[in-house]
C-alpha cells in the first residue's frame, strides 16, 4: 500500500492531465485490490481516447466504494457533497476530484464488458470500451441536445476509428433506439470502416 508521500510524489510529477489520469487509475486499481475490476469511465475514459483534446472536470472510476473509499482517505482525500447530495472525493492541491460511480451502461462501461487495457509505468488499468463512450455520448446529446456531446461523439469516432467494432457499436446503438443520431455521426464524421 503506497502512502500519502509516495502517492503525491508520483502525482506531482506528472504534468500531462491524460497520464495522471491514467497513472492516477493504475495506482487505485492496485491499491485498492481491484487489479482489473476498476474501469475508468466518463469522461476520464474519453480524455484517454481524444489524447487529451477533451478532458472532465473529475476522475470516473467504477468499482467496489468499499475498496476504493479507504485508499482515497489514505492519500488525503475528503469527502465532498454537491447540492444534488452525490459525494465525490477531492484533493485541491492535486486539482483531483473522483467520482465513484456504479457500473451501468450510463457509465460508460457498458453492457458488454468491453474494456482497453492501458499500461503504465505503475501498472495496467482499464478503460470504458470506445463504442459504449460514443454511444453515450449519443444518447446524452439525442436527450439533451448539447453540440459539444456530438462533437466528442464525431471526434472520438474519427480518432478511434480503426478500432471501433462498428457491428457492436451498431448493435448499440439499436439497441439504444439512436439511429438518427448514429447517423448524424456518420454524416459529420465521413464513410465509416466497411465502406
Given amino acids: 500500500m ?10 506531482k510529477a506528472i504534468r500531462d492531465p491524460t497520464s ?24 476520464s475514459a474519453i480524455s484517454i481516447y481524444s489524447h487529451g483534446r477533451f478532458t472532465s472536470g473529475d476522475v470516473d472510476v467504477v468499482g467496489e ?15 465532498a457533497e454537491d447540492p444534488d447530495g452525490r459525494v465525490y472525493w477531492t484533493r485541491a492541491d492535486l486539482e483531483l476530484v473522483i467520482d465513484i460511480l456504479h457500473r451501468s451502461p450510463s457509465s460508460g462501461s457498458g453492457r458488454s464488458g468491453r474494456l482497453r487495457t492501458i499500461i503504465t509505468d505503475y501498472g495496467p488499468v482499464r478503460a470504458s470500451a470506445i463504442e459504449d463512450l460514443i454511444v453515450r455520448r449519443l ?17 472520438l469516432f474519427i480518432e478511434n476509428r480503426e478500432e471501433i467494432d462498428i457491428p457492436y457499436l451498431e448493435g448499440e446503438v439499436r439497441w439504444e433506439k439512436i439511429d438518427a443520431a448514429y447517423q448524424e455521426l ?3 464524421a465521413g464513410p465509416n470502416l466497411r465502406e
Wanted: net charge positive; charged share 30%; no cysteine.
Fill in 20 to 43: 495522471r489520469i491514467e497513472t492516477f487509475g493504475a495506482l487505485l486499481a492496485k491499491d485498492s485490490g481491484l487489479g482489473p475490476r476498476l474501469v475508468l469511465a466518463g469522461g
Fill in 139 to 155: 444518447v446524452f446529446w439525442s436527450r439533451d441536445g448539447k453540440a459539444a456531446l456530438l462533437d466528442q461523439a464525431v471526434a
Fill in 2 to 11: 503506497r502512502s500519502k508521500a509516495e502517492f503525491d510524489e508520483i502525482l
Fill in 65 to 79: 466504494k468499499g475498496r476504493i473509499v479507504p485508499v482515497l482517505k489514505r492519500w488525503g482525500f475528503a469527502p
Fill in 186 to 188: 456518420q454524416r459529420l
